[in-house]
């Protein structure tokens, strides 16, 4: 099975890819680790201001729909 960070993003399994940095995440770990936590922040800021009902609705819903491209 050969899964691609592109098919698991249009599968709706992930929610963004974070690109590595040149040569690879182990040359840049520095680098690589500011991207990740930029990404997290990013995410996590999408949530500010949404009641923890919602929050909670929103990720339900996110694991119930992964997948289903296409069919329907």
Do not use: N, S, W, Y
Not at 13 to 25: H, K, N, S, T
Not at 36 to 43: M, N, P, Q, S
């Amino acid at each position: 099975l050969k899964l691609t960070a592109q098919d698991l993003k249009r599968l709706d399994v992930i929610d963004d890819i974070i690109p590595e940095p040149l040569g690879g995440a182990h040359r840049a770990a520095g680098e690589a680790i500011a991207k990740v936590g930029d990404a997290l922040e990013e995410t996590l800021l999408g949530f500010t201001g949404m009641e923890r009902g919602a929050v909670k609705a929103k990720r339900r819903q996110k694991f119930l729909d992964m997948g289903k491209l296409g069919l329907g």
